[in-house]
């Protein structure tokens, strides 16, 4: 499988060489992006191979952060129509099929996905998967409790500290001569 593995990943970078929207993440996972970044239906599909492939389906994952915006029922079709032609391939070569699959249906396969950024709501997948939020009431108070200093500790703590709040090289240095004084230096009795 191994050797498999090296000629395809040599042909997916020839083939895929000087596109930027290809992106070799190791030896054995491949992204690829689709769209205009910053339009609301670009989106990322990365394909890994496990050490059985081809003869097991890739996986295939949208789970990137890049893909943040696209609605999880968009995502789940993609994911479902990149599996069924990895079944359709399996003992073949199948990555840039599938790439180029995609690159054919996306537009059938976006039609949920809303033109425009859903800019000042929440998502809703978000709020919908968080069921529950408990709150220690003493972690909050706590939290608003601030130690409170005096004029002289907060006066002492400027004197210690630049204009930038850091303390000055050196303030936790030795002076060596002042220390040997107090312990005396060796005796060499010659």
């Keep these: 499988m191994q050797e498999e593995h090296a000629e395809e990943r040599e042909v ?3 083939i895929y060489e000087g596109d930027n929207n290809f992106c070799m993440i190791n030896d054995t996972t491949f992204q690829y992006k689709y769209g205009q970044t910053g ?6 599909v990365e394909i890994g191979w496990g050490p059985q492939y081809p003869s097991v389906a890739p996986t295939i994952s949208l789970d990137v952060f ?3 915006h696209i609605v999880a029922s968009v ?13 359709a391939n399996l003992g073949m ?3 840039f099929t599938l790439f180029e699959w995609l690159k054919e249906a996306k537009d059938e396969l976006l039609e949920e996905q809303p033109t425009e950024a859903l800019v000042g709501n929440p998502v809703n997948e978000i709020t919908t998967d968080v069921a529950q939020i408990v709150l220690n009431d003493d972690s909050i108070e706590a939290s608003k409790k601030k130690e409170q200093l005096t004029k002289a500790q907060k006066r002492r ?6 204009a930038h709040g850091e303390r000055p090289r ?4 030795v002076d060596i001569v002042k220390h040997l004084s107090q312990t005396g230096g ?5």
Aim: proline share 0%.
């Design 186 to 190: 060796s005796k060499n009795d010659g």
């Design 93 to 95: 070569s199948m990555t």
């Design 66 to 68: 890049y893909n943040k």
């Design 170 to 173: 050196g303030y936790n240095w």
């Design 157 to 162: 703590m400027w004197d210690r500290q630049n």
């Design 39 to 44: 339009d609301n239906k670009s989106f990322l």
């Design 12 to 14: 997916l970078q020839s």
């Design 75 to 87: 995502k789940e079709k993609i994911t479902m129509g990149l599996q069924e032609q990895a079944e």
